[in-house]
């Protein structure tokens, strides 16, 4: 059935032909089956009976490791399993690991395995991520920097040793190719010297980026890239990512050197003085679409700063970015002084943005009406389930209110606007709300996400909240929407807690039925044509047994 089920994917072929496919030489094993006499009767149902262009399709969608393993079936099979190998341009050393032995998580490759798979490659490959390899040296860095002659990408991941020997090897016979570079700090350990020296040596870069778990704030002092990055560089993406230990001079100088190349910008999760710049006397960023800023919402992550950046930073970076596409601010915005001053200037400066992230920043609903300019907007994230500890919650800061001023009063301006999430667990949303704004949707909105109350039911019975528990404020809002004419729409709604709110109400009329087996037909008769009606959360984990 799976086979089958390939066959019929719409697959294009490799670009060259066929015929010019390169068959690496056939050596002669026990293990091998000379008699491949069934593949010619077309009768017998057996992947034999296919030829090799179907099976170049089917083997395309398994990896190196499942390679080796079916070319010891037969020589046609060989031949098929090293030609896919010669021709693969994508690695990652974990899939080379047959082991199930794991060292912290992390798979152990050998690097006579690795060897000898480059070997096979003939130079074909273009992107390399190191993951579980132990004692590369710089020699054997300098082998695989000539098997690997178009290498245009490279990670280097967890349990790897950048000492000064391999960044030099890297440097010089790995990076002036180079157009992506990639160094994951989580279980490495490397000092300034080290990056200056690989990054002099770049000419065609164009990302560029850092990662890191919070462990590493506390390693030796913070990391400086200074000038060794050279302008001549494309760069058009740079990623510091949950990365604590870099010098703000480092962002300083790449968004003034590589103004007008730079698209792609994230610093979410990382150290919050990166952006502790003065942008004054900056040159707009006019091709930058992204730029992604979110906090990490753990108090004690082991940042100097584990508070929001300044409101002013991220006012004076929009200001220089007219074109940006991608807008992610997570956790950032709870100083409600500048909430307005920060609307003002995203309302203004930022017409072309299509993706916003404002899930927990708590912002008054009197300032969400300002979304209404921003035209081009297609996916808006309100959620306010996980909003940092130390933070007081302010009653200004309702979703019930959020959310009918964006169904009354910003969505009929927002044509394009395809995807809203607006998710809390500790309110309800009202029926006639819900009916709203699915009555001011566009035929472009596909999909509401929301959610019901989290937990069990702890209420006493004569709580005033246990209503709300019990209430199906989703039935009773799919059946007013019963009304709403919308044939051309079709809307998708995602409800967090369906199950739980399901299961709740029936226990509140006393139904007699299967709540995880008949819920889904419930709601299915209840809904109109043009609603679609998903539940999430924890209805998957109860119904996972």
Known sequence: TNLLHLLRMDVPLEEEHPAKRRCLPVH?????????????????????????????????????????RMSI??????????????????????????????????????????????SLNNGAL?????????????SLFSVMADL????????????????????????EKFCPNLESLSLDATNIYFTSKEVQ????????????????????ANRGPPLCIGESLSSINPLSSFTCHEFASLQPCCTEYILRNFSSTLQHLNVSEAHLDVLDINTISFPPFENMNTFLAARRND????????????????????????????????????????????????????????ELNLSECLISAEHLIKLNKLTSLKKLILDYNDCPGHIKINHDYDIVSCFKIIAARVLPLLDKLAYLSMTDKRNVLPADDIVLFIKNTSPNFKELRISTLAGDITL???????????????????????????????????????????????????????????????????????????GSGDQIRSLSW
């Open 28 to 68: 002669n094993s026990a293990y091998y089956d000379t008699s491949d006499s069934s593949a010619a009767d077309d009768t017998l149902p057996t992947i034999l009976a296919l030829n090799d262009e179907c099976l170049d399709i089917i083997l395309s969608f398994f990896g190196i490791r499942e390679y080796f």
């Open 73 to 118: 079936t037969c020589k046609r099979w060989y031949n098929l399993c090293l030609s896919r190998i010669s021709r693969t341009k994508r690695l990652r050393t974990t899939a080379l690991c047959d082991s199930p032995l794991y060292l912290k998580n992390i798979r152990i490759v050998s690097v006579e395995r690795m060897l000898s798979v480059l």
């Open 126 to 138: 273009t992107s390399l991520s190191l993951f579980g390899i132990k004692n590369l040296t710089a």
């Open 148 to 171: 690997m002659p178009n290498l245009t990408k490279l990670y280097i991941g967890k349990t790897f040793a950048l000492t000064p020997r391999v960044a030099k090897v890297i440097g």
């Open 197 to 216: 020296y690989m990054l002099s040596f770049t000419r065609k870069l164009k990302s560029f980026a850092i990662t890191a778990t919070v462990s590493y």
């Open 299 to 354: 108090v004690q992550c082991g940042y100097r700063h584990p508070f929001p950046i300044k409101c002013s930073k991220l006012i004076s970076i929009l200001k220089l970015s007219p074109n940006l596409v991608k807008l992610d601010i997570s956790r950032q915005l709870h100083d409600q002084t500048n909430d307005d001053v920060f609307f003002d200037v995203l309302s203004r400066h930022c017409l072309f943005l299509e």
């Open 460 to 534: 006493s019975p004569d709580s005033k909240e246990l209503n709300n528990w019990f209430h199906n404020f989703i039935e009773e809002a799919l059946e007013k929407c019963q009304g709403l004419n919308k044939e051309e729409h079709s809307i998708k709604l995602v409800v967090d807690g369906l199950f739980s709110l399901h299961r709740n109400s029936c226990k509140k009329d006393d139904r007699n039925c299967s709540c995880s087996r008949d819920y889904p037909l419930f709601y299915e008769k209840v809904a109109p044509k043009f609603l679609q009606v998903v």
